[in-house]
């Protein structure tokens, strides 16, 4: 299938390559040169063009940064990348599927992403085109291979047609495909990148317990970990949680809440922890 890249950094770079291993045609586009040309010179397809990136795909995969800033989600990259988006469809006419694979709070792209596309393509969400929300789940270090090798599959469908077409891209993929409307795989992502901030806020405080009493926490932390419905993800203390995702995901769904009148008492102790740590190291 021919896809676009909408955002070629990091989790962009993962996606396209990674499709690209499975067979699809894929063809990456960036508004910072340097990282198209890098993509170039290992025999990729780029483009500087939105619509040239659009008019050869039917789906568009939007993978562009959505940070925190002031404990709120920026989603000027996202806007931005939508509109450009929304107005090559118009240019198209052809049915076409936007899937949002970057990190959103829950609704964004029902009440934000959608209407976009809708406005600035003058075309009807459900039978113009499709929208799906694919969240990513993988490592920093290590994003190729955790796309390739995918714990699961969560689709977020605005329809059965949109769903239906982000499944098939996925069928050489030995994971399993979980299906489900866009605001709950949106929540997906959220829930899985706070229990992780948890996890490792929880063993560092471990560690400083440990390192009052005098004992190893290292050598708890592991046999802690040996519990299968622990794992040693995030187990060795005296580091924080840093990294792009975490920490911008942990604050935007601590506002969330808070935004809610609910008062998120465990995640602000485990931001707590985690600066604690921080001024420690």
Not at 65 to 76: E, I, V
Not at 178 to 198: H, W
Not at 238 to 263: H, M, Q, T, V
């Amino acid at each position: 299938m021919k896809i676009s890249i909408i955002g070629s950094g990091v989790v962009g770079k993962a996606t396209g390559m990674g499709f690209n291993d499975f067979g699809n045609q894929v063809i990456f586009y960036d508004i910072n040169g340097q990282t198209l040309t890098a993509l170039e010179n290992k025999g990729h397809t780029v483009t500087e063009n939105m619509s040239e990136a659009i008019s050869n795909s039917k789906v568009s995969f939007i993978c562009v940064p959505t940070p925190t800033r002031s404990g709120k989600m920026d989603l000027t990259y996202m806007k931005k990348a939508t509109i450009n988006i929304a107005r090559s469809l118009r240019e198209k006419n052809v049915y076409h599927l936007t899937v949002i694979r970057s990190t959103v709070l829950p609704s964004t792209t029902r009440t934000k992403i959608v209407p976009l596309i809708e406005k600035h393509s003058k075309l009807k969400a459900g039978q113009e085109f499709g929208v799906c929300c694919n969240p990513e789940f993988a490592r920093e270090a290590s994003t190729l291979e955790d796309f390739l090798n995918s714990s699961r599959i969560v689709i977020g469908e605005l329809d059965k047609r949109s769903g239906d077409l982000l499944e098939s891209l996925y069928t050489s993929f030995k994971a399993p495909i979980i299906r489900t409307d866009l605001d709950t795989a949106e929540m997906i992502k959220y829930v899985a990148n706070c229990f992780l901030a948890t996890k490792i806020s929880y063993f560092n405080e471990v560690y400083l317990i440990s390192k009052k009493l005098g004992l190893d926490p290292d050598l708890i932390a592991k046999a802690v970990a040996l519990d299968p419905r622990i794992g040693d993800y995030g187990i060795y203390g005296g580091r924080p949680f840093g990294g792009k995702c975490l920490p911008k995901d942990l604050e935007a769904f601590i506002n969330l809440a808070i935004s809610k009148k609910i008062d998120p008492k465990l995640l602000r102790s485990v931001k707590y922890v985690n600066k604690k740590i921080s001024r420690e190291n």
